[in-house]
């Protein structure tokens, strides 16, 4: 009697074609790349574009909020804000209500990147969205939110 040491062939073919979190990935560094590669001139990536983003608004987010907006934790976020922070592209105070959190804030630097990485991230955005029928950009986009 033989023992086994690990999964079946059908076992590993049936996990391989129906695994959502590993479609969702390859699916995800895909874009990443797609999008890395049209922001690169601008010498961002996407997640620090996101980021950016993130921070366009008229009050300043505590670091929890965008931790949580953008699903990471925050000792990753703190290790991604570093680089850019040190860019000049944002800032990192105290804040005044709370002083155990600290307020997110972009500087006009970090404005005048988004504003000329805007018309790239439009570009490529569209050609993803032309890959696919408008009705299942919308029905994808609805599954992740449910997921995330």
Avoid at 29 to 52: C, E, K, V, Y
Avoid at 64 to 92: H, N
Avoid at 113 to 138: C, F, G, Y
Wanted: charged share 25%; with cysteine; aromatic share 2%.
């Amino acid at each position: 009697m033989s023992t086994r040491l690990g999964p079946s062939l059908e076992e590993t073919l049936h996990v391989r074609d129906h695994c959502l979190c590993l479609h969702v990935q390859r699916a995800a560094r895909a874009l990443a790349r797609r999008f890395d590669d049209a922001l690169r001139p601008l010498g961002i990536n996407q997640g620090q574009f996101s980021l950016l983003m993130s921070l366009n608004r008229p009050d300043a987010p505590t670091i929890s909020r965008v931790a949580a907006f953008l699903a990471m934790d925050r000792t990753t976020l703190t290790a991604v804000l570093k680089p850019l922070e040190r860019r000049g592209l944002l800032t990192m105070a105290v804040d005044t209500e709370d002083r155990r959190n600290r307020r997110l804030t972009l500087t006009d630097a970090g404005r005048k990147l988004l504003r000329d990485a805007l018309p790239i991230w439009t570009k490529t955005h569209a050609a993803v969205d032309a890959m696919l029928v408008e009705q299942k950009s919308d029905n994808l986009r609805g599954v992740l939110a449910l997921l995330a």
